[in-house]
Every structure is written in structure tokens, then in C-alpha cells.
């Protein structure tokens, strides 16, 4: 892990109205970290995502992604995003896996403009990492949740990004295939060296897979890796989360009632 920051925020508020969505947060995530953003609903973390993702802009403080001011930087072919809900083709969807994965190299600036033979080949082997190239002339609408949250972190993966953000990934993928789904999470974390910022409900499972976590109600209440995690107990999660939560700790087996 290096000390290079592929992203960072100071003192960031956002409003959409009138009241504070995101408030006075300062945030960085070092290269080579897998971070988990955690809140309740409605806490700011979709929209944390979107200022990082350039979709909004900040009314205070300033965003930086790999060093640079977010106004000045360019290369977003660097940046993968899979966005909340987007497994959410339904059976008549009118396009194919290999097509799909491959509107992932239509970048803002149309870097790639043309689907050429190596746009396909790129596709394949993006399809290839996430174990869905069997699949590539399937229709998207046609597979299951988790199989469609498979390709579409394909699509985020065919121009080789150097971080990768999910938001909220394993909705809508069932429960057996989850643990398959952050192995290939880790993998791609620590094999192919992405860093990754995933937003997720699952605050006590985050630990085993993550290296660091991060919760998030309007502002950051708490920034660290999983072992600091651990020590920040239950009560400070209730209060996080403004009503009675219990983090499932994966040392002692403990259910979430
Ligand atoms: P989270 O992802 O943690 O559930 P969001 O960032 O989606 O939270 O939303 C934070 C707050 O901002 C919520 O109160 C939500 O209703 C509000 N919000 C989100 N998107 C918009 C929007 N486009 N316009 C107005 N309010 C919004
Ligand atoms: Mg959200």
C-alpha cells in the first residue's frame, strides 16, 4: 500500500435544497485500500460518491482525485463506478452481455469511440475476471441479480481502472452468492492491485473483506482500518445510526436479531 491519496476531500459540504446532505467532511483513501462506506439511509454516501464522480459539485470545500483538483482532471477512464440499482435489467432489456460491458469504454471525453476488434477482445477479458465470459452473448435481462452485478463490474473494468466504486453492490444479489461476490472483490483488490470504495449495509461483514471502513452520517463520524473498526462499538454505532443496530462481529458469530 502506498501514501499516493487517489482521493481526497476538505472540509466538503453539499446541499440539493436547503438542508445539508453532506456536511464538513474530510476524507482520503490511500492507494491500494479496499474501503467500506457505511450509514444509514439517507446518510449522504451516494451523494459522497457523486462528488467524487464530478455528477455534483461541492458548495464548500474542495475534491481531489489522483492529486488533482477535480476540475482539472480528465482521465475518468481511470475511475470505475457501478451505481446503485443498476442490476436492474428486466427480461425484454434489448442488449447483449459483450454489448453491455462494452458501453463501459464510452468514456465522457469518447477516448474510445469506435467498437473495434480490441474493444471486443477487452470486453472478453474483462468478462473473463469476473467469471462471465461464458455468458457474453447472453441478454443482460435474461440473467440473475448477481450475475447481472458481475457484468456490470465488467463494464466498470474493460478500461483498466486504477479505482473501482460500488455503490451498494450486493442488493439484489442472494445471500449464497455473496461471499463469491467479495472474493472477487478481494481478488481484484489485492491480485490486480484496484483500489476500491464500496458502499454497503453489511456493517459486520465489511470487516472481513475490507481493509479499511469508514461511517457516514452526513459527515465522517468515524475513518479507520478494520481492526480500529472493531473497537468502535456497538454504542457508537447506535448513535450513528440515531436507533438500536448490533454489529455482527465475525470473531464470535454473533446474528443481528
Ligand atoms: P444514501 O446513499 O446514504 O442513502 P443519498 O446520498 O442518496 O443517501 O441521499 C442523501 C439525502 O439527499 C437524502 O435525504 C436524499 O433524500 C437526498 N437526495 C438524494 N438525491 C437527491 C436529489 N437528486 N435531489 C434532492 N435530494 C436528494
Ligand atoms: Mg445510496
Known amino acids: 500500500m502506498s501514501d499516493r491519496k487517489v482521493v481526497e476531500m476538505k472540509n466538503v459540504s453539499f446541499k440539493y435544497e436547503k438542508e445539508w446532505v453532506v456536511e464538513d467532511v474530510n476524507f482520503s483513501i490511500q492507494e ?9 439511509n439517507g446518510s449522504g454516501k451516494s451523494t459522497l460518491v457523486k462528488l467524487l464522480l464530478g455528477l455534483v459539485k461541492p458548495d464548500k470545500g474542495t475534491v481531489q482525485v489522483f492529486g488533482k483538483p477535480i476540475r482539472q482532471f480528465s482521465r475518468w477512464e481511470e475511475i470505475g463506478y457501478v451505481s446503485q440499482k443498476s442490476n436492474s435489467f428486466n427480461s425484454g432489456f434489448p442488449a447483449s452481455v459483450l454489448e453491455v460491458v462494452k458501453s463501459g469504454l464510452v468514456s465522457r471525453l469518447g477516448v474510445f469511440r469506435f467498437f473495434k476488434r480490441e474493444h471486443t ?3 472478453l477479458d474483462a468478462l473473463k475476471i469476473v ?7 447472453s441478454n443482460i435481462g435474461e440473467l440473475s441479480g448477481g450475475q447481472q452485478q458481475r457484468v456490470f463490474i465488467a463494464r466498470a473494468l474493460v478500461s483498466d ?3 473501482l466504486i460500488l455503490d451498494e453492490p450486493t442488493v439484489g444479489v442472494d445471500a449464497k452468492h455473496v461471499t463469491d461476490f467479495y472474493d472477487l472483490l478481494g481478488r481484484l483488490n489485492r491480485e490486480s492491485g484496484i ?7 453489511d456493517i459486520g461483514t465489511i470487516t472481513e473483506h ?3 471502513v469508514a461511517c457516514m452520517n452526513k459527515t465522517i463520524h468515524f475513518h479507520g482500518d478494520t481492526d480500529e473498526y472493531e473497537e468502535f462499538n456497538d454504542q457508537d454505532l447506535n448513535d450513528l ?6 454489529q455482527l462481529s465475525h470473531n464470535h458469530g454473533e446474528v443481528t436479531p
Do not use: D, R, W
Open 131 to 137: 467469471e462471465m465470459e461464458a455468458y457474453a452473448n
Open 32 to 40: 491500494g485500500q479496499f474501503l467500506g462506506l457505511v450509514g444509514p
Open 121 to 123: 477482445q477487452k470486453a
Open 241 to 246: 445510526y440515531g436507533h438500536k443496530v448490533h
Open 210 to 212: 475490507a481493509t479499511h
Open 195 to 201: 483500489t476500491l470504495l464500496m458502499i454497503t449495509h
Open 161 to 163: 481502472p486504477s479505482l
